[in-house]
């Protein structure tokens, strides 16, 4: 998908799904008509933090990243223009890029979250709890005006605001 919206209510990936918006083509946004799950080995690739979104067309819409899928990149995961979105992530979501979240809930108990050199994770809203948050180095950057419960921190990361309840850093 580049410089267009798609509808979706399941996916089994086993290559690449690349999310492509640029500021040539405009947003590139794949709207979740139902809880949807990113299953199979591949990866979901997403382009660019300020024209790439993944969103529901309600806000209690859910978004399961399987075991063995990876969701990567820079964008947004919902919006406050095109709607909000939950995340159970049971497999890997790497920031590769700039990666917001806007949504409710993103619970990160049974998956990894990575973020890169340079990258950053901000919880725009809503609340990350659970499994481990693991930073390249110290410009790794997790935060926002969200908050982030029960997770472990791990490696180096650079913290930008946000709440941190019960969180362990190892």
């Known amino acids: 998908v580049s410089g267009n919206s798609a509808r979706l209510s399941g996916v089994n990936n086993t290559g690449t799904l690349?999310?492509?918006?640029?500021s040539s083509n405009g947003v590139a946004r794949l709207t979740f008509?139902?809880?949807?799950?990113?299953s199979g080995s591949g990866t979901t690739q997403l382009s660019n933090s300020t024209y790439t979104h993944l969103s529901g067309n309600s806000a209690a819409r859910?978004?399961?990243?399987a075991a063995g899928h990876t969701l990567r990149g820079a964008g947004n995961l919902g919006s406050t223009s095109y709607g909000g979105l939950n995340v159970v992530n049971q497999g890997t979501v790497?920031?590769?890029?700039?990666?917001?979240?806007y949504g409710t809930s993103f619970i990160n108990s049974g998956g990894l979250m990575q973020i890169a050199d340079g990258a950053s994770f901000t919880a725009v809203s809503g609340t990350v709890s659970g499994g481990r948050i693991v930073g390249s180095t110290a410009t790794s950057r997790i935060g926002g005006s969200g908050s982030f419960q029960g997770a472990?921190?791990?490696g180096t990361l650079a913290w930008?605001?946000?709440?941190?309840?019960?969180v362990a850093i190892t």
């Open 18 to 22: 690349t999310i492509g918006g640029d």
């Open 33 to 38: 008509t139902a809880d949807t799950t990113l």
């Open 62 to 65: 859910t978004l399961t990243v």
């Open 94 to 101: 790497i920031a590769d890029g700039g990666l917001s979240f």
């Open 152 to 154: 472990a921190l791990e």
């Open 160 to 166: 930008t605001g946000g709440t941190f309840n019960g």
